[in-house]
């Protein structure tokens, strides 16, 4: 724990665990916990959720190119060595000086007048200076930092994405892995070669971090949330009453189409945000995803560029011919 973290402002969140180690564990315990839910639901095909499924259980059990045993145990072994690789940052890192609350809020307070002075307006605002200066300390700049640390998190996935896909060998030997798995669940959201998971994951996880300016709990928070985000979009439901499929066009049916064969060179934008993909003419709506299966059926068929797995969809192309991109509320993705 470190040693300035006594002042109230400053204590744990969890009094037993610091707050640093808190931001690597807490992330693990997301992933298993969100992306059980969505295996029992699948599992066990509640009624309720089947309406919401993208890909039948046949489908994820006949197209995917890996088992889920596999899945598991890949899984845990990222996130075993990206935690021991955590923890040794952690107990390296220099000890932090933690900010003084009041001074950086005194602080605030003379940048704004400065700044309202020169703008004639310091009279108005000046009644107003400490709760302004306090808003903003508290609210108004960790939200700005956590955006931030949004768009670097997805302008560092974007490009590392995409250019794992554009390099066949960077595909072949790292990427494809991920790309067994067409028919996504939550689960095998970071099912991932291990040198990816390092750099897509942990290093970006570090510039969002160390470029975005966030604290260790805000970290705590941003950590946390990237990777329910992650499962949410590996989830294989759309879920209409689902907040955060709903508020991110980047979402559930956006990633899936990205694990399609004819979505494969598009919707590289992950987890947050689809402007990338939109800026480079990778972007791919369901709308048209759905046009490309009306106009040509067999590129829903599972395909890679791996001539095992090629042989194995060739001989499910008479199972799965018969399913098709769920059509049924694909106008979500905005
Ligand atoms: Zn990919
Ligand atoms: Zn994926």
Do not use: C
Not at 51 to 65: A, G, H, M, P, Q
Not at 127 to 138: D, G, R, T
Not at 170 to 195: C, E, K, Q, V, W
Not at 313 to 331: G, W
Request: hydrophobic residues 40%; positive net charge; proline residues 5%.
């Amino acid at each position: 724990m470190d040693k300035n973290s006594t002042t109230p402002q400053h204590a744990p969140f969890i009094p037993i665990i610091s707050d640093k180690h808190l931001s690597l564990l807490l992330p693990i315990i997301i992933y298993w916990v969100y992306s059980g839910m969505y295996h029992l639901i699948s599992k066990y095909q509640v009624p309720f959720f089947e309406k919401y499924r993208i890909r039948s259980l046949e489908e994820t059990e006949t197209r995917n190119k890996v088992s889920t045993s596999e899945v598991i145990k890949g899984v845990i072994v990222q996130q075993l060595l990206q935690t021991v690789l955590g923890f040794i940052a952690v107990a390296t890192e220099e000890e932090q000086v933690l900010p003084d609350d009041n001074l950086e809020i005194l602080g605030l307070s003379q940048t704004l007048e400065t700044y309202t002075t020169r703008f004639g307006i310091w009279h108005y605002v000046k009644p107003h200076k400490q709760i302004m200066a306090e808003y903003s300390y508290w609210y108004l700049i960790p939200v700005v930092k956590f955006f931030l640390a949004m768009f670097l998190l997805d302008t560092w996935q974007y490009f590392m994405h995409r250019l794992f896909h554009q390099s066949a060998f960077l595909y072949r030997h790292i990427h494809s892995r991920h790309h067994r798995l067409y028919a996504p669940y939550a689960f095998g959201a970071l099912y991932n070669h291990p040198i990816e998971g390092f750099l897509f994951d942990s290093l970006g996880a570090v510039i969002a971090f160390t470029l975005s300016g966030l604290s260790v709990k805000g970290a705590i928070v941003f950590f946390a949330f990237s990777t329910f985000k992650t499962v949410d979009d590996h989830s294989g439901y759309d879920i209409p009453f689902n907040p955060i499929q709903r508020i991110f066009g980047n979402n559930a049916i956006y990633h899936d189409i990205h694990h399609q064969t004819y979505g494969l060179k598009k919707n590289f934008s992950q987890p947050f945000f689809t402007f990338w993909d939109r800026i480079f003419g990778t972007y791919l709506p369901s709308h048209e995803a759905s046009k490309i299966l009306k106009e040509n059926p067999s590129r829903g068929i599972a395909e890679d560029d791996d001539p095992q797995a090629l042989k194995k969809s060739k001989t499910m192309e008479s199972r799965t011919s018969t399913k098709r991109y769920n059509l049924r509320s694909r106008k979500n993705i905005s």
